[in-house]
């Protein structure tokens, strides 16, 4: 006896739990018993091929079936990969965010460096035209370096100095890859420098104090000449100053003189004509070693101002390397 078509359609109609094909419609025995019996169900009942009339179901699922299927998975994939993008992107941003932070960090300390920098270089540059304005006549002691003053030294120290703290100054307003490292680049080669020299001068100290002590010699043959006012006035003060005569002895200014004479600034009181007295009215002590054992004597000074300026320079190298790291972290992650 064949079903009434009531009962059919009970059975198609009927939805599953999750809208979905039963579970024995997709897989196991009953789903193969069904494709077989419906095939020949069909040629028994003449329906053109449907699902049978005992079990009453196709033997392949349906479009709504098969959409959910497989748009559900596909969709979820979606989802999923949309949140990883975003936490991605949140990541990304955060360390941006960090980067630029770091930045500003270090951008403003750069800048409050560099402007002291600057601003030693102003001071050092106005005592040396201060010098030249008002000492303009104290020159350097040496024959062979006639510029080589105190006011000249001051001068250009103070206009190198105001050069550098400048191109640091603009680098870290800007963030400037190229300033940052010209300002880098420069400070790392004046340290170097230092850093030879003062090597040098301890490892050759006897070959410089005897070349220091022989063109000294040799200067005091233009003591009072005409053009050299300057080294005249400079002889003058350090005799005077440090209570000294001549670079080893005073019988240095007998060669000078071609006799046995001094300048007045070598008496032990200052007189016209008095270098034209017995040596027993000149100072003895020569000007070379005193001044020497002055120098040994604020040498701790000397030291304490060479590592400050040494600790300076240290630090403005970190911070433009730190800045310009900075800087390309920043490029790199925001870009």
């Given at each position: 006896?064949?079903?009434?078509?009531?009962d059919?359609s009970?059975?198609?109609?009927?939805p599953?739990?999750?809208?979905?094909?039963?579970g024995?419609?997709?897989?196991?025995?009953?789903?193969?018993c069904?494709?077989?019996?419906?095939?020949?169900?069909?040629?028994?009942a003449?329906d053109?091929?449907?699902g049978?009339?005992?079990?009453?179901?196709?033997?392949?699922?349906g479009p709504?079936?098969a959409?959910?299927?497989?748009?559900?998975?596909k969709?979820?994939k979606?989802?999923?990969?949309?949140?990883?993008?975003?936490?991605?992107?949140?990541?990304?941003?955060?360390?941006?965010?960090?980067?630029?932070?770091?930045l500003?960090g270090?951008k403003f300390l750069m800048?409050?460096f560099?402007l002291?920098?600057?601003?030693?270089?102003c001071?050092?540059?106005?005592v040396?035209?201060?010098?030249?304005?008002?000492?303009?006549?104290f020159?350097?002691?040496?024959?062979?370096?006639?510029?080589?003053s105190?006011?000249?030294?001051?001068?250009v120290?103070?206009t190198f100095v105001?050069?550098?703290?400048?191109v640091?100054?603009i680098?870290?307003?800007?963030?400037?890859?190229c300033?940052?490292?010209?300002?880098?680049?420069?400070?790392?080669?004046v340290?170097?420098?230092?850093?030879?020299?003062t090597?040098?001068?301890?490892a050759?100290?006897?070959?410089?104090?005897?070349?220091a002590?022989r063109d000294?010699?040799?200067?005091?043959?233009?003591y009072?000449?005409p053009?050299?006012?300057?080294l005249t006035n400079?002889?003058?003060?350090i005799?005077?100053?440090?209570?000294?005569?001549?670079?080893?002895?005073?019988?240095?200014?007998f060669?000078?003189?071609n006799?046995t004479r001094v300048?007045?600034?070598c008496?032990?009181e200052?007189s016209e004509?008095?270098?034209?007295?017995?040596p027993?009215?000149w100072?003895k002590?020569?000007?070379?070693e005193?001044?020497?054992?002055?120098?040994?004597?604020n040498?701790?000074a000397?030291g304490?101002?060479?590592?400050?300026?040494?600790?300076?320079?240290?630090?403005?190298?970190?911070?433009a390397?730190?800045?310009?790291?900075?800087?390309?972290?920043a490029?790199?992650?925001?870009a």
């Amino acid at each position: 006896m064949r079903r009434s078509s009531t009962d059919e359609s009970t059975y198609r109609r009927s939805p599953s739990p999750e809208g979905k094909e039963p579970g024995f419609a997709r897989g196991g025995p009953f789903r193969r018993c069904s494709s077989l019996h419906g095939r020949a169900g069909a040629g028994d009942a003449g329906d053109g091929g449907d699902g049978g009339p005992f079990f009453g179901l196709h033997a392949s699922p349906g479009p709504k079936a098969a959409q959910g299927r497989y748009t559900s998975p596909k969709g979820n994939k979606y989802v999923v990969f949309y949140l990883d993008l975003s936490f991605i992107f949140l990541l990304e941003l955060k360390r941006c965010s960090m980067a630029r932070g770091c930045l500003q960090g270090v951008k403003f300390l750069m800048f409050a460096f560099n402007l002291l920098f600057w601003l030693g270089g102003c001071g050092i540059l106005g005592v040396g035209i201060w010098l030249a304005a008002t000492q303009g006549n104290f020159a350097t002691l040496s024959s062979s370096f006639p510029s080589l003053s105190a006011a000249n030294l001051l001068i250009v120290t103070g206009t190198f100095v105001m050069a550098i703290g400048f191109v640091g100054c603009i680098g870290a307003i800007k963030e400037n890859k190229c300033l940052l490292l010209t300002f880098f680049v420069t400070l790392l080669l004046v340290l170097l420098l230092e850093a030879t020299v003062t090597t040098l001068f301890f490892a050759c100290t006897d070959q410089i104090d005897r070349y220091a002590q022989r063109d000294l010699k040799k200067g005091l043959h233009l003591y009072g000449t005409p053009g050299n006012v300057g080294l005249t006035n400079a002889w003058s003060i350090i005799q005077t100053d440090f209570r000294c005569c001549g670079v080893s002895n005073y019988t240095d200014w007998f060669e000078v003189y071609n006799a046995t004479r001094v300048p007045d600034s070598c008496c032990l009181e200052f007189s016209e004509g008095c270098g034209l007295h017995a040596p027993g009215t000149w100072w003895k002590a020569p000007c070379y070693e005193t001044v020497k054992m002055w120098l040994q004597e604020n040498l701790l000074a000397v030291g304490i101002f060479g590592l400050c300026t040494a600790l300076v320079q240290i630090l403005g190298l970190t911070f433009a390397m730190t800045m310009y790291c900075q800087v390309v972290k920043a490029d790199t992650y925001c870009a």
